[in-house]
């Protein structure tokens, strides 16, 4: 007698060192990232450098050394949860999520504006278009969800597929812009002095917090731990060689678009299918805008999967946790993927994406969406920074990933307090309004009191499911 083939009762290991490396370059490269720190031009670099020594390493420091301790699907939140109890954990993920519930319409956005570039300038127009909008992104979504209810190793191939086009985009882009600089000059010219940001100017200080959150997602693969072959030893590895490749891609691409659009008129949505459109018709080269376009495009979608993969298993450990419906914390039984929570990510983005997109311009939309996200996204990182202080200090969990912290405790106590402050500074400045807003009042209120309804939801359920 044989036996019956049992069901899974736990999550599938399916990602390698390879699959967390283009992961970690998915999820943390955003194309629109460029756009917004473009803005500034050559003084962009300056940011770039004192977001990377500010946040980009302390966050990296970070992420090893509590994956280490505190190892599990779920990653942060159980880090927070073991430091400073359920209540600060549940907060810490519900608004982690959140973040990304709220960024994601922003993202299917970017995707059916870079998209339409594809057909040439007479259909960008249709980027507005509630209808075209609302269908294309809504096709994504779905496609996404129900490819990865199917499992990672399906599901992982888009965010694969992106990393690898976001690497050939990069080069083409920077082979484009040498070939541009040396035919037509560049269109923002070069001087030492405008390597120095003007702080005076008070635009500059809400792109900071968007610079920074740029660098954000290398502790994504964390809340994966359970899914990881290896995770300890290939999470290490994978934050070391993605976080070189990060800053590397975020130069050479701020380089790029400095050379080819002149300053005021870079598109923060499709600013890099906007570029290649331009070299398209400067340089003559055939196909050059489409090519870009579809780079464009895949790269986002990866970086949409990467996320949407990430994201819904914390639903899926707070469901396990009895914190949210224990319906969030069921697999498939076939495919071993959390599928009730993937499906409800999706119903509850289609939902965002229709009411941000209705009555109003893509492009206001597309602010409040995105500093809405730079809010909620930073929130748990003030607790991620308390706790690796707090777990070095009381030396909890298992042994740590940073040898420096061991053989010298005071470093703990400079990346978390480092760390914590950028992050404060960015959660006060994401609620400033930017240049784009026109009503910053309305801007502010809407933000702020958004950012408080969405906590007090998420508390109530806490509450109603501990009595």
Not at 250 to 267: A, D, K
Not at 305 to 320: E, N
Not at 441 to 465: D, E, N
Request: hydrophobic share 50%; charged share 10%.
């Amino acid at each position: 007698m044989t036996d019956s083939p049992k069901k899974p009762t736990q999550l599938k290991k399916a990602l390698g060192l390879r699959d967390l490396v283009l992961l970690n370059i998915a999820c943390v490269v955003g194309l629109s990232s460029l756009t917004q720190a473009a803005q500034f031009g050559w003084s962009s670099f300056t940011l770039w450098l004192l977001a990377m020594i500010c946040y980009l390493i302390p966050s990296g420091l970070m992420v090893v050394d509590l994956n280490a301790r505190v190892p599990g699907e779920g990653g942060f939140y159980n880090w927070t949860k073991t430091a400073f109890g359920e209540r600060n954990g549940y907060i810490a993920a519900w608004c982690y999520w959140l973040s990304n519930i709220v960024w994601f319409p922003a993202i299917l956005l970017t995707i059916v504006g870079s998209g339409l570039y594809i057909f040439g300038d007479a259909y960008l127009d249709l980027a507005e278009n509630f209808w075209v909008a609302g269908l294309i992104s809504l096709m994504v979504l779905w496609f996404t969800i129900l490819l990865n209810i199917y499992g990672l190793k399906f599901g992982k191939w888009i965010q694969n597929v992106g990393a690898i086009s976001l690497w050939v985009l990069f080069t083409l882009l920077f082979v484009v812009a040498i070939y541009y600089l040396f035919s037509f000059g560049s269109a923002q010219p070069f001087t030492p002095d405008s390597l120095i940001p003007d702080f005076s100017d008070f635009g500059v200080l809400p792109f900071f917090a968007a610079i920074t959150f740029s660098f954000g997602g290398l502790e994504l693969s964390s809340v994966m731990s359970g899914e990881i072959k290896n995770p300890k030893r290939n999470i290490i590895r994978s934050i070391i060689i993605s976080g070189v490749v990060i800053a590397l891609l975020y130069c050479v691409g701020t380089f790029s678009l400095l050379v080819v659009i002149p300053q005021g008129e870079l598109h923060i949505v499709d600013g890099i299918a906007q570029t290649f459109f331009v070299m398209n018709e400067k340089t003559g080269w055939p196909f050059l805008g489409v090519v870009g376009a579809v780079l464009v495009t895949l790269s986002t979608l990866g970086l949409f999967a990467s996320w949407t993969t990430g994201t819904a298993r914390l639903p899926f450990v707070i469901g396990i946790d009895k914190y949210l419906p224990p319906a969030l914390g069921k697999i498939h039984p076939k495919y071993g993927t959390p599928y009730v929570s993937l499906y409800l990510q999706g119903v509850i983005i289609s939902i965002l994406l229709l009411i941000a997109i209705s009555g109003t311009k893509i492009q206001e939309a597309y602010s409040f969406l995105y500093d809405m996200s730079v809010l909620l996204y930073f929130i748990p990182f003030l607790y991620m920074f308390a706790a690796l202080l707090k777990h070095n200090l009381k030396n909890t969990g298992g042994k740590g990933g940073i040898r420096l912290f061991e053989k010298y405790p005071s470093s703990a106590w400079i990346v978390s307090i480092l760390g914590f402050l950028v992050i404060l500074l960015s959660v006060i400045l994401a609620v400033i309004p930017s240049e784009v807003i026109e009503n910053k009042w309305l801007f502010f209120i809407k933000i702020s009191g958004t950012t408080v309804t969405l906590i007090t939801i998420g508390l109530v359920f806490f509450f109603l499911k501990r009595k």
